[in-house]
T-cell receptor, first 114, second 113 residues
Framework: GQQLNQSPQSMFIQEGEDVSMNCTSS?????WLWYKQEPGEGPVLLIA?????ELTSNGRLTAQFGITRKDSFLNISASIPSDVGIYFC??????????????FGEGTQLTVNP | DVKVTQSSRYLVKRTGEKVFLECVQD?????MFWYRQDPGLGLRLIYF???????EKGDIPEGYSVSREKKERFSLILESASTNQTSMYLC????????????FGSGTRLTVV
């Protein structure tokens, strides 16, 4: 079942504000990924992290792979209305028996008020 | 543009009906997955497949079955639909070890009445 705890569950912010969300796990993951799902669509990959301590940016998005390999965070700077959606973290253990299976967090619903 | 295509965006079925949800990917991916998405519960894995004719149960397989006769197609079957299977269903695929993540379809919103 679910092993990732994602917080917060929802956020209501004003346009221009920065956003931070995080994901924690009781077990180690070798890859962390962050997805965004817009209304009526499937999730789309935003950022992938492959190494403990790695900090990666994609435009206004920045994500980090925690040193312990049990957590990750995503920051969005200077939010805009099109940032609205559900953000999911996902972890992959990379063990031979589980192959490419990802474990997902419960999601963070982001609302941006203009 | 590579994609995962789900055959229907919206479906309404009656309780007890047998329901087929189809998913096709054009990326020659080995791995395919079916998830259901419900508010507050995130994405829950129903079944997945690493190869043709191969399937493995995910976290919530009860009431579902799958079929993968060809590499590009992965079908989810609700043997006898029930109202608690009303949900958004998402198909995804990935290559090899999947370390580049999944590509998702746009989802099928199924309502069972």
């Amino acid at each position: 079942g679910q092993q990732l705890n994602q917080s917060p569950q929802s956020m209501f912010i004003q346009e221009g504000e920065d956003v931070s969300m995080n994901c924690t796990s009781s077990s180690i993951f070798n890859t962390w990924l962050w997805y965004k799902q817009e209304p009526g669509e499937g999730p789309v990959l935003l950022i992938a992290l492959y190494k403990a301590g790695e900090l990666t940016s994609n435009g206004r998005l920045t994500a980090q792979f925690g040193i312990t390999r049990k957590d990750s965070f995503l920051n969005i700077s200077a939010s805009i209305p099109s940032d609205v959606g559900i953000y999911f973290c996902a972890g992959q253990k990379g063990e031979e028996t589980s192959g490419s299976r990802l474990t997902f967090g419960e999601g963070t619903q982001l609302t941006v008020n203009p | 543009d590579v994609k995962v295509t789900q055959s229907s965006r919206y479906l309404v079925k009656r309780t007890g009906e047998k329901v087929f949800l189809e998913c096709v990917q054009d990326m020659d991916h080995e791995n395919m997955f079916w998830y259901r998405q419900d508010p507050g519960l995130g994405l829950r894995l129903i079944y997945f497949s690493y190869d043709v004719k191969m399937k493995e149960k995910g976290d919530i397989p009860e009431g579902y079955s799958v079929s993968r006769e060809k590499k590009e197609r992965f079908s989810l079957i609700l043997e006898s639909a029930s109202t608690n299977q009303t949900s958004m269903y998402l198909c995804a695929s990935s290559s090899g070890t999947g370390s580049y993540g999944y590509t998702f379809g746009s989802g099928t919103r199924l309502t069972v009445v």
